[in-house]
């Protein structure tokens, strides 16, 4: 039976991504037309319209031939009456029903919308139990007749979308456009970090993440036969999300539970042989009035402003002898004051293994080097570990005088220290990277834990050899940059009649190029480039983690361009034999041009203008978005497009050099300093 979709509704900013077009022109088809749609729903400033309705218009005036069937089925969630944190419980049910049991979901979208309603919540009670256990072990609550007659059409939609994609990959999607959609509402642990976590709490049976969000952490648990897998979260609607995503993801045994952990932990009777933890940062609302006698409290009770310390505790009192947590931490919880007794208990004992502290910008907030605590629960019998594991993989300087390594790099870096350290309970000391440090030398006045104030620098830093053949290369760099100076032209006095021009939108439609948007999904050690690479011109330094089917995965090819859709940079990266193959991380989209039709460079080049982003740009209170099909740029035919191509080819090479000459001259810089200080140098 043809779904009935009317009842969906889209803004005009949902009709302006619909079409390729500015929400300025959706406001002006409403005025100069009068069959536009009339608002269904909405505000009198933010009106909605019938999905359907506008669909028809559209096609009647020639402005739309066919809705992909994602941004199809996005619309339908997005515009659901519910919300669209209800329609992603409603679809992650529905998946599963259709995942585990296809028959049953077959028979039942032969029936109408109304009696699929009255039909769904058996069969999907019975698919969630199996899964993720009963009403009372699981924080999923299968809807009722009258939620899910509104839900009908969009969950046929999805259906036909996992016919294409697969089940957990269309989730997956789902999930991300909402995460994508509302980055305040959500604290994401991005997959780089997830998967380092959860190799470094080891192959453990059971694995618990007690502020388990979105389920990241959990979903970066390799599977394996007979895993369990629990989640907790005080917020209802994401464990019920984790449990639905993880079930989707994997046969592991999955429950979770909506509770406040710290206050009312439901899994206060449960051990796990693993804790990964993303806590939240600086809550000063975490229970310590409430909390001072709590049996968890083995190593002091923390402070207010401790939080944090809470966390590491609470994960320390959920393990089994023996187990290992992984805890992502803010750094000022390696050295507060109001922490030090409780650090110094923890050394002491023996639970805290090692302290690492990540890149700048590894997982949010993006402005800090956050530090994973690996910490194992010490047994009646265990003897206090004599040595702490400090590793730096923050700010470490490629071979090639790059800003940072890829994260494979820095991940391959920490697991190479922690399981040496974790063998024989020491580890070679590497300058600038990692050193196994003696409890005792930590338990002092103010039990400082943060790596960089206890590694040596690296030994090349001051060292006289080296800095000469940087300065040597800074030499060669400086001469380069300044032979690619670009020249400048003089302007013909009788002017040039300024061509026509088109929008990235309107090629797209056309056909001149087809857009993409960046997931970051891959199959597992797949380079992502991600928009700190298009920013500085790096290699594809991100790594997918999940086994995503190759043809859903967006992976770069030569020629193809690629823009940031935040941050209110103006940037273009054409990619060449080096980036290309890396899939598409998020925040970026690709854009690839039809030969035929467009020159890279000259796509790439307007793509930069000030001005244009300025148009295309739409600003919250504290981030910029780019609408990507807004941008501008001349109607030329190719060969008119040539002589711009060389130009910015020119500019690209006189950039790149530019950056080369600014990391030379700053690790020059910090390695004179370094030699001054450390006596490595003299002062003549």
Known sequence: MKPRDDATEVTAAGIARLTGVGRAAVSNWRRRHGDFPKPVGGTETSPSFALA?????LRAQGKLVQVPLRERVWQQLAGHPAGPVTALLHTGCALLLIRDRPPAWLALAAVSDERLARLLPGELEDVVTARLGTRRERAVRVPGPTELLPSAPLLRAVAELAA???????????LGR??????????????GPAALMAELAGPAPTVLDPACGTGALLRAVPQRPGRHLYGQDSAPELAALTALRLALHSDAS?????????????YDDRRADAVLCHPPFNDRNWGHDELAYDARWEYGFPARAESELAWVQHALARL??????????????????????????LLRRGALRAVIALPVGAAPPYNLPLHIWVLRRPGPATRPAPELLLVEAAGVLAADGRDRQPWSAVRDAVLDAWHHF???????ERPGLARSVPVLELLDDEVDLAPARRLPPATTGGDAPELASVRESLGEALRRAADLTPPLAPKDPAGTPHPPVTTVGELARAGALTLHTGTGAGSAGTPVLTDHDVLTGGAPSGA??????DDTVVRTEPGDVVVPVFGGGAAALVVDEATAGAAL??????????????????????????????????????????????????????????????RFRELAAFEDALRLVGRLGERLVRGMHDGLTEDALPPE
Do not use: C, K
């Not at 997918?544 to 089917?549: C, I, N, Q, V």
């Open 53 to 57: 309705d506008v669909e028809r218009w």
């Open 164 to 174: 294409e994609l697969g089940a957990q990959q269309t989730y997956e999607f789902l």
């Open 178 to 191: 909402q995460t994508d959609a509302n980055p305040r509402q959500y604290t994401l642990t991005p997959p």
């Open 254 to 266: 999955v429950r979770t539970m909506a509770a406040d952990t710290l206050r009312a932990d439901a």
């Open 320 to 345: 089994v002898d023996g187990g290992t947590a992984v805890l992502l931490m803010p750094p000022a919880a390696a050295s507060r004051r109001s922490g030090r007794r409780i650090r110094a208990d």
């Open 422 to 428: 974790d063998r024989h309970g020491t580890a070679e």
């Open 544 to 549: 997918a983690l999940d086994g995503t089917p």
């Open 585 to 646: 991380g998020r925040g970026l989209t690709l854009l690839r041009p039809d030969p035929a039709a467009l020159d890279p460079w000259f796509l790439a080049g307007f793509l930069r203008g000030t001005a244009g982003h300025r148009r295309a740009s739409s600003y919250a209170s504290t981030a910029a978005r780019l609408d990507v099909r807004r941008l501008q740029l001349p109607r030329l035919p190719l060969a008119g497009q040539r002589a711009y191509s060389e």
